[in-house]
């Protein structure tokens, strides 16, 4: 601007040409939505489809996972009863003994028969066998 005034006379200035300022206005455009209401309907019903799978899945496996432990815990009881039971077949053998037997025996008084004298009697209803010692 000051290069077109010269020694006070202003016949060499600029000439301005108004410009016109627009001012913009953005209109706020609704647009729809692609997905259509069916559509959202139909995704979140396949969604809870797909989570009450998932939870049914998730169900029958702690199921599972109950039913594993108490197999474990009766198989650790079995093993438990099985070592029980080998010691007291152990002990019913000690007990049955045969010089054991006759070591009780003898201190209870009782001897050894000799000989054994067998009768039978024949009747018409029963056939009876009795088997006694000689020492009556």
């Known amino acids: 601007m000051m290069g077109y005034y010269v020694h006070g006379s202003a016949a060499l200035e600029e000439r301005r040409q108004e410009r016109v300022v627009y001012k ?6 609704y647009r729809r939505s692609v997905v259509t209401p069916q559509e959202k309907l139909l995704w979140l ?3 809870m489809v797909c989570v009450l799978v998932a ?3 998730l169900f ?5 996972y109950e039913i594993n432990t108490r197999i474990q815990q009766m198989e650790l009881q079995i093993r438990q009863i099985e ?5 007291l077949k152990l002990e019913v053998a000690k007990l049955q003994d045969n010089k054991r037997l006759l070591e009780i025996a ?3 008084g009782y001897v050894p028969a000799d000989s054994i004298i067998e009768i039978s009697i024949t009747s018409p209803m029963t056939d009876v066998s009795i ?3 000689d020492q009556e």
Not at 24 to 29: A, L, P, Q, S, W
């Open 45 to 47: 019903s396949g969604i």
């Open 131 to 133: 088997a006694m010692s």
């Open 24 to 29: 913009e206005h953005r209109k706020k455009v």
């Open 83 to 87: 070592q029980e039971n080998s010691t």
């Open 106 to 108: 003898k201190e209870l």
């Open 55 to 57: 939870g049914a899945i």
């Open 60 to 64: 029958r496996y702690a199921q599972i």
